[in-house]
């Protein structure tokens, strides 16, 4: 995984993929290049024609109309890579991993025995079923890419990459 990409580095706060509510437009070009990123042609036509259709590990959910919106709020979820992963717990045959050196919940395709228990425990319902393998999958952050694929697909730059500290003065100089 390139440096750019790992969770912790020695110099600086954790970077997380954050959601910018106010620029999400709900378009979900975060989803459909996630699911891009994870198939095996990476063409969109051509993806369709694949056995087994690849699986988005980033959903786009509706938040409900705000009072000072007639429309939809939207935010782009995927895994958090929680600081205590409940999957990770759950997991009976040790397949989810805390990888601690970068942070990272982790998959092990081979070990997964497909029981769900990941699915049915993560709060943010990030974990989802691969459909045709029998196996749960979430977010890897594009694990062997050099950009995360679904912050480089979005229109508005909703979707950052970025420390908390980072976010937070991000969202306190749009105000």
Request: glycine letters at 6%; proline letters at 3%.
């Given at each position: 995984?390139?440096?750019?990409?790992?969770?912790t580095?020695?110099?600086?706060?954790t970077?997380e993929?954050?959601?910018?509510v106010?620029?999400?437009?709900?378009?979900?070009?975060?989803?459909?290049?996630?699911?891009l990123s994870?198939?095996?042609?990476?063409?969109?036509?051509?993806?369709?024609?694949?056995?087994s259709?690849?699986?988005?590990?980033?959903?786009?959910?509706g938040?409900?109309?705000?009072?000072?919106f007639t429309r939809?709020?939207?935010?782009?979820?995927?895994?958090?890579?929680?600081?205590?992963?409940?999957?990770?717990?759950?997991?009976?045959?040790?397949?989810?991993?805390k990888?601690e050196?970068?942070?990272?919940?982790?998959?092990?395709?081979?070990?997964?025995?497909?029981c769900?228990?990941?699915?049915?425990?993560?709060p943010?319902?990030?974990?989802?079923?691969?459909?045709?393998s029998?196996?749960?999958?979430?977010c890897?952050?594009?694990?062997?890419?050099?950009a995360?694929?679904?912050?480089?697909?979005?229109?508005t730059?909703?979707?950052?990459?970025?420390?908390?500290?980072?976010?937070?003065?991000?969202?306190?100089a749009?105000?």
């Amino acid at each position: 995984m390139p440096d750019s990409l790992r969770t912790t580095n020695p110099t600086e706060e954790t970077r997380e993929i954050f959601c910018r509510v106010d620029r999400c437009l709900g378009c979900r070009s975060c989803e459909i290049a996630c699911a891009l990123s994870h198939s095996l042609t990476g063409e969109l036509v051509s993806t369709f024609q694949e056995h087994s259709l690849p699986v988005r590990r980033i959903r786009v959910h509706g938040l409900g109309v705000t009072s000072t919106f007639t429309r939809h709020r939207v935010i782009a979820l995927q895994c958090r890579h929680c600081h205590e992963p409940l999957c990770v717990d759950v997991c009976i045959a040790g397949g989810v991993t805390k990888n601690e050196i970068t942070g990272l919940v982790e998959f092990d395709s081979q070990r997964c025995v497909g029981c769900w228990s990941c699915t049915m425990v993560c709060p943010y319902g990030a974990v989802v079923r691969l459909s045709g393998s029998g196996i749960a999958v979430k977010c890897d952050r594009c694990d062997g890419q050099d950009a995360l694929a679904c912050v480089s697909a979005c229109p508005t730059k909703a979707l950052v990459f970025c420390t908390l500290a980072e976010f937070l003065q991000m969202t306190t100089a749009a105000e």
